[in-house]
């Protein structure tokens, strides 16, 4: 009898339920099947109803959305009626669409499914949240809440205006400043490569000038000059950004190291010298930093390679970009066989690319001015071309 009686109830318990999960289920149906909609970029449900925001696109398309929605009310689906499912329509600007399908549904109720969209925004979607925001006041007007939200971001989008026109002008001003070598930005950090002997000085003045023909942005800037070595750093950072200097800081001296020839051997080592103590656990830094050292002492090294009287074998030295152009001295070539020069040639290409071949081509001369032979190097091979 007791299992019985236990029996009865859980299936009258079961049967009570079917109609709690049956519209839990359909209210899930429906919004798979609006999302479902080409021409429908987000979906917001709630207890009340739906609201279906669409993507940008032409009057025609709105059109169709909306005749979609309409008929997805009429049609049935798993058991499910949506006849009387409310759904609220708005354009990618946030206006309501008029539709049968929103007929239903207070405007509170629409604000309410809008705000659960607008507050699950980034705040760095800027236009996005401003439009919103204004939207909601204008459903609510007494809402303050809503306005104190939309002032907030008319500001932030009035900034973001003042910020881009300016770095805008600061980028395409600094390639004519002799003064300026490089210039990097990430919005309010600007990270300065400079001629002169005061960087932050310099980089100050260019801002000020850039300042006279566009406004300067409300936000306090993080000015970091660096000489045109890289070995003399100076900055101008208010408190607030000390947290984050140093990431910021890394990812633009970074993105001027990177974008340094390999050849220039010791402005690439005081770079990565430089982004060691932003990141001293890098293994990247590291790694890059002892690669460019072997490069330079195995430079040093071929340089200073002697004859068997003591005397220099490159008695002097040059590069232009990425060919170095070698002088070897007189002693190593007169009176010499052509088979044994061609043994120095060979001795001097092999001792090139074990040193690391600073550049990609070395061109041998003798004193007068003669071109001897060109050593090129790639993937760790060099050969020697007569």
Same mark, same amino acid.
Do not use: W
């Given at each position: 009898?007791?299992?019985?009686?236990?029996?009865?109830?859980?299936?009258?318990?079961?049967?009570?339920?079917?109609?709690?999960?049956?519209?839990?289920?359909?209210?899930?149906?429906?919004?798979?099947?609006?999302?479902?909609?080409?021409?429908?970029?987000?979906?917001?449900?709630?207890?009340?109803?739906?609201?279906?925001?669409?993507?940008?696109?032409?009057?025609?398309?709105?059109?169709?959305?909306?005749?979609?929605?309409?008929?997805?009310?009429?049609?049935?689906?798993?058991?499910?009626?949506?006849?009387?499912?409310?759904?609220?329509?708005?354009?990618?600007?946030?206006?309501?669409?008029?539709?049968?399908?929103?007929?239903?549904?207070?405007?509170?109720?629409?604000?309410?499914?809008?705000?659960?969209?607008?507050?699950?925004?980034?705040?760095?979607?800027?236009?996005?949240?401003?439009?919103?925001?204004?939207?909601?006041?204008?459903?609510?007007?007494?809402?303050?809440?809503?306005?104190?939200?939309?002032?907030?971001?008319?500001?932030?989008?009035?900034?973001?205006?003042?910020?881009?026109?300016?770095?805008?002008?600061?980028?395409?001003?600094?390639?004519?400043?002799?003064?300026?070598?490089?210039?990097?930005?990430?919005?309010?950090?600007?990270?300065?490569?400079?001629?002169?002997?005061?960087?932050?000085?310099?980089?100050?003045?260019?801002?000020?000038?850039?300042?006279?023909?566009?406004?300067?942005?409300?936000? @306090?800037? #993080? %000015?970091?000059?660096? !000489? *045109?070595?890289?070995?003399?750093?100076?900055? $101008? &950072?208010?408190?607030?950004?000390?947290?984050?200097?140093?990431?910021?800081?890394?990812?633009?001296?970074?993105?001027?190291?990177?974008?340094?020839?390999?050849?220039?051997?010791?402005?690439?080592?005081?770079?990565?010298?430089?982004?060691?103590?932003?990141?001293?656990?890098?293994?990247?830094?590291?790694?890059?930093?002892?690669?460019?050292?072997?490069?330079?002492?195995?430079?040093?090294?071929?340089?200073?390679?002697?004859?068997?009287?003591?005397?220099?074998?490159?008695?002097?030295?040059?590069?232009?970009?990425?060919?170095?152009?070698?002088?070897?001295?007189?002693?190593?070539?007169?009176?010499?066989?052509?088979?044994?020069?061609?043994?120095?040639?060979?001795?001097?290409?092999?001792?090139?690319?074990?040193?690391?071949?600073?550049? @990609?081509? #070395? %061109?041998?001369?003798? !004193? *007068?001015?003669?071109?001897?032979?060109?050593? $090129? &190097?790639?993937?760790?091979?060099?050969?020697?071309?007569?």
């Amino acid at each position: 009898m007791k299992a019985r009686f236990i029996l009865t109830s859980l299936l009258i318990f079961i049967f009570s339920t079917l109609p709690a999960f049956a519209q839990g289920n359909c209210s899930d149906i429906f919004k798979a099947e609006l999302e479902n909609i080409s021409g429908v970029d987000t979906v917001i449900a709630s207890d009340n109803g739906f609201l279906a925001i669409l993507k940008e696109g032409s009057k025609k398309q709105t059109v169709s959305a909306v005749s979609q929605i309409n008929k997805l009310r009429i049609n049935n689906a798993g058991g499910c009626n949506f006849s009387d499912t409310a759904v609220a329509i708005m354009n990618s600007d946030f206006e309501q669409v008029k539709s049968a399908s929103s007929a239903s549904m207070p405007i509170k109720d629409v604000a309410r499914l809008l705000y659960d969209y607008v507050y699950k925004l980034s705040p760095v979607q800027v236009e996005e949240n401003l439009k919103g925001y204004e939207r909601l006041s204008e459903l609510d007007p007494k809402n303050n809440y809503y306005k104190a939200r939309a002032e907030h971001y008319t500001q932030r989008a009035e900034l973001v205006k003042t910020r881009s026109e300016f770095i805008s002008r600061c980028l395409k001003q600094f390639p004519g400043d002799k003064t300026i070598s490089d210039l990097k930005i990430k919005r309010d950090f600007y990270l300065f490569v400079v001629d002169k002997d005061s960087p932050l000085k310099t980089a100050e003045a260019f801002i000020d000038k850039v300042a006279q023909e566009s406004p300067r942005p409300d936000k @306090k800037m #993080c %000015v970091i000059a660096y !000489s *045109a070595d890289l070995d003399n750093r100076q900055t $101008s &950072c208010p408190a607030e950004y000390q947290k984050i200097l140093n990431s910021n800081e890394e990812e633009l001296l970074m993105r001027h190291v990177q974008s340094l020839p390999g050849y220039q051997l010791q402005l690439n080592i005081n770079g990565y010298k430089a982004l060691n103590k932003l990141a001293p656990h890098s293994a990247l830094y590291t790694n890059k930093l002892a690669a460019y050292e072997a490069k330079e002492q195995g430079l040093q090294r071929l340089l200073n390679l002697r004859t068997v009287s003591g005397e220099k074998l490159i008695s002097k030295s040059s590069n232009r970009g990425n060919t170095l152009y070698a002088t070897i001295t007189n002693e190593a070539l007169d009176g010499k066989s052509v088979s044994a020069n061609r043994k120095l040639f060979r001795l001097l290409t092999d001792y090139y690319a074990a040193s690391g071949y600073a550049y @990609k081509k #070395c %061109v041998l001369k003798n !004193s *007068a001015g003669k071109t001897l032979g060109t050593i $090129s &190097c790639s993937n760790s091979e060099c050969t020697f071309k007569q």
